[in-house]
């Protein structure tokens, strides 16, 4: 079975600009949950997807957002970025329905903004 | 507000002996506990979860021992090779909130031959 893919694998960008990143679940899962690693705050929760709705949300700004696909493929967009926002986006998968599934994460994307 | 605590940054263990990893938690409402591995510049790997109806969770060198009381946690691997050396993340869920986990600031195990 192929585990999550993640694309780009790298990508720089501008203040300013925005971002699309995508992530491909592992076939069957239809969760899939984005998060945040930085050096300063570590891995941070962005939000999770489930049937191509949101089903939970971190505490970040509005300049954050996703969606879902009926294949459950996902994107995340970040608009007008900032430096803070130079991380590696990780996306994992699973399949979301009972209380013990364990997600499983992709390579993820390093986002760099100059 | 830091939920998830993995207090010691680092550890160094010689090839062979035991690495014992540790985490502490604060929100009684955690019901799932999960410890990945990740090396830089790649997508953490899971290596062994417990659900807070248990107190232990063995798989091959990997075992994991809770402690609801104290609301602690324990990674425990036997016996360490080269390959473990990585950073280890402990990270929680609670009850209902599916994709959501919570991380530990994670712990740099380094196996010495």
Request: hydrophobic share 30%.
């Amino acid at each position: 079975k192929a585990g999550v893919t993640q694309t780009p694998r790298y990508l720089i960008k501008t203040r300013g600009q925005q971002v699309t990143l995508s992530c491909s679940p592992i076939s069957g899962h239809r969760s899939v949950s984005w998060y945040q690693q930085t050096p300063g705050q570590g891995l941070q929760f962005l939000f999770e997807y489930f049937s191509e709705t949101q089903r939970n949300k971190g505490n970040f700004p509005g300049r954050f957002s996703g969606r879902q696909f009926s294949n459950s493929r996902s994107e995340m967009n970040v608009s007008t970025l900032e430096l803070g926002d130079s991380a590696l986006y990780l996306c994992a998968s699973s399949a979301g329905q009972t209380s013990t599934d364990t997600q499983y994460f992709g390579p993820g994307t390093r986002l760099t903004v100059l | 507000d830091q939920q998830v605590k993995q207090n010691s940054p680092s550890l160094s263990v010689q090839e062979g002996r035991i690495s014992i990893l540790n985490c502490d938690y604060t929100n009684s409402m955690f019901d799932y506990f999960l410890w990945y591995k990740k090396y830089p510049a790649e997508g953490p790997t899971f290596l062994i979860s417990i659900s807070s109806i248990k107190d232990k969770n063995e798989d091959g060198r990997f075992t994991v021992f809770l402690n609801k009381s104290a609301k602690h946690l324990s990674l425990h691997i036997v016996p360490s090779q080269p390959g473990d050396s990585a950073v280890y993340f402990c990270a929680a869920r609670k009850s209902g909130s599916w994709g959501k986990l919570q991380f530990g600031a994670g712990t740099q195990v380094v196996v010495t031959p």
